[in-house]
């Protein structure tokens, strides 16, 4: 099948040798020497810093995965659309966005405004207490998360506002920073909310590189987490364990802003029924249902299993953008900032994967994500007040840097942190607390050359 030029990629001939030694050998086994340090998702790694970095195929896969793949590629490019239609039927009743590249622009982030069809931006809702599974307690008429659109005929559940307070943070130097603090309010609720309602917003990641994390080892993200602080350092980190509800069993949370999703299917297919409003053969209910918005049709699958299983192979196999710059000489001052400052202590740079009998380019691979994939205390600052599975209202899971320095690129102005509320990576760095406390007010002590090395480190990523 030929593939179209946007999916075209460059992995240059000097890494062809050492990449193929990496998918026959286990990746904990090589000499440091070994390693080109570009290669961020090891043989899962595309040159290319264009604003298409994000969107490539994994090399290594046979027809019927490029295939699959591609299948994937149009699912998540396509609007759904209100039933009944020849193609896409299925929206609403009530929904959040109509496609995943809404939120996911250039199979990135996106903007954290709220109630348009360009969003990134979701509130998750729930009640204290929590469901039979130790997870939130959604509410009732409402959920678990706010659908804050509707088809013609119908309510949305609630409409956000969203506001912003700035203050200025100044450095020992003189220079300063402007941060903003969001506030969100929910108005005209299609029924009232209770007085107890608890809120959570959080923006669309990243699409690059899931396969990866998916397969990273739960000893590998394990032998990381220090719930106690045993080595006194101030940093602790655990795993999140949650239910997943298609394979009915507990297991250790990956992805989501708090880790409160175990595998990719239940992520891809929880988006689109919660965000979409479109059923499947993992979740077969309208995200209404149970509501005065339910139109009360028992709908078979609204996207066929060859679609969100494609979906999920997409998301699986896209490469991770090569890091840059590598042997910049501020950049690099900037990686041993980074380490002196003990960033690494939840950014952790080298992560392991398992075997994966379906693909081996995402086999057995050494990566660098820069991340542990546990929860992170982060202080009141970033609270948003809302437990989430063995997740508090002040934990998030710590975000993986890897291609950081191009969100300009993909996505034009950059948002980072959960909600969007940072719009350079100084900003970023400055809302950190709780356990990264220590780490921010060491960079604020920084001079104004290592700072901006620091930074240059990475959007070096």
């Not at 920073?177 to 009232?192: D, E, G, K």
């Not at 078979?300 to 299983?309: G, Q």
């Not at 041993?336 to 086999?363: A, E, R």
Request: charged share 20%; proline share 6%.
């Amino acid at each position: 099948m030929k593939l179209r030029l946007r999916k075209t990629y460059i992995i240059t001939a000097i890494i062809c040798l050492p990449v193929s030694l990496m998918m026959c050998r286990k990746a904990g086994e090589f000499p440091e020497s070994d390693y080109d340090p570009r290669l961020s998702g090891g043989a899962a790694t595309v040159f290319d810093e264009s604003n298409r970095a994000f969107s490539h195929m994994i090399e290594g896969l046979n027809a019927n995965d490029i295939h699959a793949h591609e299948v994937g590629d149009g699912g998540v490019e396509q609007s759904f659309v209100t039933a009944p239609a020849p193609v896409n039927s299925g929206l609403g009743p009530v929904y959040s966005n109509v496609s995943c590249v809404s939120c996911h622009h250039n199979d990135g982030k996106g903007n954290p405004t709220a109630g348009f069809v360009n969003s990134s931006l979701l509130i998750r809702l729930s009640i204290p207490g929590s469901d039979a599974h130790g997870g939130p307690l959604a509410i009732p008429g409402f959920g678990g998360q706010l659908q804050d659109l509707a088809i013609y005929g119908f309510q949305p559940e609630a409409k956000v506002n969203i506001s912003y307070t700035e203050h200025t943070e100044t450095f020992p130097d003189g220079e300063t920073v402007n941060l903003r603090t969001p506030a969100y309010t929910l108005t005209n609720p299609y029924i009232p909310l209770p007085a107890d309602y608890m809120m959570s917003p959080r923006m669309a990641p990243p699409f690059f590189g899931l396969g990866l994390i998916q397969n990273i080892t739960e000893s590998s993200i394990l032998a990381h987490a220090d719930e106690n602080d045993s080595n006194g350092d101030g940093i602790s980190g655990k795993a999140n364990y949650v239910w997943d509800p298609y394979l009915q069993q507990r297991m250790i949370g990956r992805f989501g802003l708090k880790a409160n999703t175990a595998t990719l299917l239940t992520q891809v297919a929880a988006a689109y029924q919660q965000d979409m409003g479109v059923t499947s053969y993992v979740f077969p209910s309208e995200s209404s249902y149970g509501q005065s918005q339910y139109d009360g049709i028992n709908d078979d699958a609204e996207i066929p299993d060859s679609v969100l299983n494609g979906a999920v192979f997409y998301v699986k196999t896209l490469a991770v953008p090569a890091r840059r710059n590598v042997k910049d000489a501020i950049a690099l001052r900037g990686e041993q900032i980074f380490k002196q400052i003990n960033c690494l202590g939840c950014h952790t740079p080298t992560m392991y994967t398992g075997v994966d009998v379906t693909c081996k380019t995402l086999s057995n691979q050494r990566i660098h994500p820069y991340t542990d994939l546990l929860l992170h205390d982060m202080g009141p600052g970033l609270a948003d007040n809302r437990p989430d599975y063995l997740a508090t209202g002040t934990e998030w899971k710590t975000a993986p840097l890897w291609g950081i320095g191009l969100f300009e690129k993909t996505n034009g102005i950059p948002f980072y942190l959960h909600d969007g509320r940072a719009r350079t990576i100084e900003e970023a760095i400055l809302w950190h607390g709780g356990e990264a406390e220590n780490s921010r007010n060491a960079f604020k002590q920084l001079s104004t050359a290592d700072r901006k090395a620091l930074i240059s480190f990475i959007k070096s990523l």
